[in-house]
């Protein structure tokens, strides 16, 4: 029993020296946005993902011994949020909303068609480490169903062949640009790294405007005409 409890449980290894020196320099930058170093937590969940590509047992207690926590609660945290990987992800994260509106339109079958063509089911990655594929739950993106996002960025108005075509174009190396934002995908790891706060330096990342789908509750709100999506608008 003592075995099998320690190969369950295996203690993490800490990062080596050089990388933990580098961490604890951006951490501690991150650290310093607020009030109350804790508050923190999310954004070194995402420095560390973006140092191994997951929250691994090392990056747990990096973050512990940083902000005052148990490993614990530490723990409590990154398995909360589905954007924290608790196993190695590839360098694209392809999610595919199954959530009621999207599986409704067709988000089942793109999964479903993504999985016998990769060869891999859900939180698999494929062989060659390109592409992990995961189903996902609502990303508040129904104006535009069925939804896929990529390292998250949306992919709007998916059907099969076109989710194929995107997984495909990524396997060739080919650059593959979001439906909103107008910059090139970057990798998990960069991915990570700026959710973690540090600037987004692709071209065209803050270029994204929301679309007419978007809109179009907050035009009926407030009384305004609606865009047919050509910009002409039409009377509510």
Excluded at 61 to 87: K, Q
Aim: charged content about 20%; hydrophobic content about 40%.
């Amino acid at each position: 029993m003592t075995q099998l409890l320690l190969k369950l449980s295996p203690r993490p290894v800490p990062y080596p020296p050089e990388i933990a020196d580098r961490l604890r320099a951006d951490a501690v930058s991150i650290i310093g946005c607020y009030p109350h170093p804790r508050s923190a937590l999310l954004p070194l969940l995402h420095l560390v993902q973006a140092e191994e590509g997951f929250v691994s047992g090392a990056g747990i207690e990096f973050c512990a011994g940083l902000l005052d926590l148990t490993a614990a609660e530490v723990t409590a945290v990154a398995t909360f949020y589905s954007m924290y990987r608790r196993t190695p992800t590839g360098e694209f994260h392809v999610g595919v909303c199954t959530n009621t509106l999207c599986a409704v339109l067709g988000g089942d079958e793109i999964l479903d068609r993504l999985e016998q063509h990769l060869g891999v089911h859900h939180g698999e990655t494929t062989a060659d480490g390109i592409i992990t594929l995961e189903h996902i739950e609502c990303n508040a993106a129904c104006d535009y169903a069925p939804v896929i996002m990529i390292n998250w960025e949306f992919f709007d108005n998916q059907t099969p062949e076109t989710a194929l075509g995107l997984v495909e174009a990524l396997r060739r190396g080919y650059q593959v640009t979001g439906s909103r934002s107008g910059a090139p995908l970057c990798s998990f790891k960069e991915t990570a790294r700026i959710l973690a706060g540090f600037p987004d330096r692709r071209p065209g990342a803050n270029d994204g405007t929301p679309g007419p789908a978007t809109l179009a509750g907050l035009r009926a709100a407030s009384g305004l005409p609606e865009s047919n999506g050509s910009g002409e608008t039409s009377a509510p």
